[in-house]
């Protein structure tokens, strides 16, 4: 069963136990799937790395969101936000740990022949497409630069 049918029976029994945060999250994760379905290019059916990248670019929102509403004194949307946010992680690989990425970072050097930190260009090429959907940019990025200013 793919991501979408997954959904779609999820939708269904956050309706019969009437769990209305949770519905909200999971329309707006078959919203966002079926917007992706019908873009200029793409296929009838999205690829799995497509829903990964679908579903981290919505965590991604949901988590910038609760931050400006926290910044802004509104913890009541802080939280819906964060919510939804945690809703949707369910739906995505497991995320690796820190010391799991800085071992994947740190073997990613090594064959790229990367030498200072002005090599991060390369190391992050190879890095996001290894590890796409295993880690989130961000992470990614900054355990990089730590490798990097290590050697």
């Known amino acids: ?17 009437k ?15 079926l917007l992706a379905k019908t ?4 296929s009838q059916e999205l690829s799995a790395e497509t829903e990964i ?4 670019r ?3 929102q949901r988590k910038e969101s ?3 509403y926290q910044s802004q004194n509104r913890p009541d949307l802080a939280e819906k936000e964060l919510f939804e946010a945690s809703v949707i992680e369910k739906y995505l690989p497991a995320q690796m740990s820190a010391e799991e990425l800085e071992k994947v970072v740190r073997d990613i050097v090594a064959r790229v022949g990367a030498k200072s930190p002005a090599d991060m260009g390369k190391v992050m090429g190879v890095a996001t497409k ?3 959907g295993k880690a989130e940019g961000k992470m990614i990025a900054e355990t990089v630069k730590k490798v990097l200013a290590s050697l």
């Open 1 to 17: 069963m793919g991501l979408f049918e997954t959904i779609n029976d999820d939708i269904k029994a956050a309706m019969l136990a």
């Open 19 to 33: 769990e209305k945060e949770k519905l909200e999250a999971l329309r707006a994760i078959k919203a966002a799937l």
């Open 39 to 42: 873009e200029k290019g793409a």
């Open 53 to 56: 990248k679908v579903l981290q």
């Open 58 to 60: 919505m965590v991604k």
């Open 66 to 68: 609760a931050e400006i």
């Open 130 to 132: 290894e590890l796409a």
